[in-house]
C-alpha cells in the first residue's frame, strides 16, 4: 500500500448516469487502494477504480438493510490508520443527504484530511430529465430540497414549505407521499400544483408519474413507482407535460414535427390582477400532453383587455390575445358552464367560447370553420383554461362550433 500518499476523498457519483460523473471524480477513484460504496451508486462507475481496489459495499437506504454510520466511520478511519488511501463513494452529492457532513467530521477529528469532490444530485439531474427546471423566474424564486423520511431529525414543517411558494424537491419521500400531500394540501397548497415523481433518474430504467397535487398519490400507486425515486411539486412541473417519451430519448419523427404546427387557440378566464406566472402555470397545465408550441391565440372577453399580467404573459411569448365581446361569447356554447362567470359578466363561460371562437378565425379569416374543444374547462389558481382547434386540425369529443360569417356584426 502507499502509506505516504494516503489520502480520503468525499465522492459524489452523480444520480446514476455514468456519463454525468465528474473528470476529477474518476481521477479520484483510480487512485484509491480501498472504495466504500453507497447502495444508490450505479455499479458501471467502479470502471474507473484501480484494478487492485479492495471494493467494500456499505449501502445506506431506507426501508432496506444497511450499515451502521459509526460502522462505515471504523472502516475508514482503520484503512486510513493502516496507510491505504479510501474514496468514500456516494449516489449524487456527498453533502446533499448523503451524510458526507457527519463522515467529514469524523475524519477531521481524527485529524485526516479529506477532499470533498461533488457530484450532481438527483434533485436537480432527475426533474431535468422532464425539462423540468427548479427555479425559474416566472414560476419559482427558489427551490427547497427537503427529506421526506420522517425520522431521526423530525417532520418537516409542510405548512411552511407550502407558504415559500418555491418548488419543493423532496428526496426519500415514496413511503410516505400520501401523508406528505395531504399536509401540504391541508396548508392550503392549491389542488392543482403540478406534480412529478421520477424513479431512477437518469437510468435506462426510468419512469415518471405527472400529476395535479389532488391526484399525485394515488396516481403513483397506480404506476407502481418506488424507491428511489425524487419528487417535484410546484409549478416548474408543468414544462414536463409537453414533452414526450420520444422528446425524452432524443427521437424525432414526422409526427412530432406535426405537432409543432400552431393549431391551438387558448381561452382563459382570469380573476382581476392575476400574475403572469399563474396564468402560465394554468396553460401549461391544461395543455397535457400538447405543446405549449402549438399555441396559436390567446382569446378572452373584452373586459379584460387590460389585464396585465395577461398582457405580460402574450407579451413574454409573443402570441396575439383576441378579444370577444359578451355577445359573441353568448352565442357561443359551453360545456362547462359557471354560475360565477355569470353572475360577474353575464355569461355562461368565458375561457370555452372563447377558446372555439379564436379557433374559428385561425384558420382562414374569410370563411367560416368548425372548431371543437380539445380540453375542456380546467382550473388552477382561479384561473380557467379551455383549448380549442379548427375540427379539421385536430379530434374532439364536443359538437362543432358554426361562427356566424365573418361581416356580421354580433356587437
Excluded at 360565477?340 to 374569410?366: F, I, K, N, Q
Excluded at 370563411?367 to 374532439?396: E, F, Y
Amino acid at each position: 500500500m502507499h502509506a505516504a500518499m494516503t489520502r480520503a476523498w468525499l465522492i459524489g457519483a452523480g444520480p446514476g448516469d455514468v456519463e454525468l460523473m465528474t473528470l476529477k471524480a474518476t481521477r479520484a477513484l483510480a487512485q484509491a487502494d480501498v472504495v466504500l460504496v453507497d447502495d444508490l451508486v450505479n455499479p458501471d462507475v467502479l470502471q474507473f477504480a484501480s484494478a487492485n481496489a479492495q471494493v467494500v459495499y456499505v449501502g445506506k437506504r431506507g426501508g432496506h438493510p444497511s450499515t451502521p454510520q459509526a460502522d462505515i466511520v471504523a472502516q475508514m478511519l482503520g484503512h486510513l490508520r493502516a496507510g491505504r488511501s479510501v474514496a468514500r463513494l456516494k449516489g449524487g452529492d456527498p453533502f446533499v443527504f448523503g451524510r458526507g457532513g457527519e463522515e467529514l467530521q469524523a475524519l477531521q477529528a481524527a485529524g485526516i484530511e479529506v477532499d470533498v469532490i461533488n457530484g450532481i444530485t438527483a434533485g436537480i439531474a432527475a426533474p431535468a430529465t422532464l425539462g423540468i427546471a427548479v427555479t425559474h423566474r416566472d414560476y419559482a424564486q427558489g427551490v427547497v430540497f427537503v427529506t421526506g423520511h420522517g425520522a431521526g431529525g423530525g417532520e418537516p414543517d409542510w405548512a411552511a414549505l407550502a407558504a415559500t411558494r418555491m418548488t419543493l424537491v423532496i428526496y426519500m419521500g415514496m413511503r410516505r407521499l400520501g401523508e406528505i400531500v395531504g399536509a401540504l394540501l391541508a396548508a392550503g397548497m392549491s389542488a392543482d400544483t403540478p406534480c412529478a415523481a421520477i424513479e431512477s433518474a437518469t437510468r435506462p430504467e426510468q419512469r415518471h408519474v405527472l400529476a395535479p397535487l389532488r391526484e399525485f398519490a394515488e396516481a403513483v400507486v397506480r404506476a407502481g413507482l418506488g424507491s428511489p425515486a425524487i419528487v417535484v411539486i410546484g409549478g416548474v412541473a408543468s414544462f414536463a407535460l409537453a414533452r414526450d417519451a420520444a422528446k425524452r430519448d432524443g427521437r424525432v419523427d414526422h409526427e412530432q414535427a406535426a405537432s409543432a404546427i400552431k393549431t391551438l387557440s387558448v381561452g382563459i378566464g382570469c380573476r382581476l390582477h392575476s400574475d403572469a406566472a399563474d396564468i402560465e402555470a394554468a396553460v401549461r397545465a391544461a395543455l397535457g400532453s400538447n405543446a405549449f408550441e402549438q399555441i396559436h391565440t390567446i382569446a378572452t372577453i373584452d373586459a379584460k383587455a387590460n389585464e396585465a399580467g395577461l398582457l405580460e404573459f402574450c407579451s413574454r411569448h409573443q402570441l396575439p390575445l383576441q378579444l370577444f365581446s359578451r355577445e359573441q361569447i353568448a352565442a357561443a356554447p359551453v360545456a362547462s358552464p359557471s354560475a360565477a362567470a355569470r353572475a360577474h359578466l353575464g355569461v355562461d363561460g368565458v375561457c370555452e367560447p372563447c377558446a372555439l371562437l379564436a379557433a374559428a378565425a385561425s384558420v382562414c379569416a374569410t370563411i367560416a370553420q368548425n372548431a371543437r374543444l380539445v380540453v375542456h374547462k380546467t382550473t388552477h389558481a382561479g384561473i380557467t383554461v379551455a383549448i380549442a382547434a379548427a375540427s379539421d386540425s385536430a379530434p374532439g369529443d364536443v359538437a362543432p362550433f358554426h361562427p356566424a360569417p365573418q361581416d356580421q356584426d354580433l356587437r
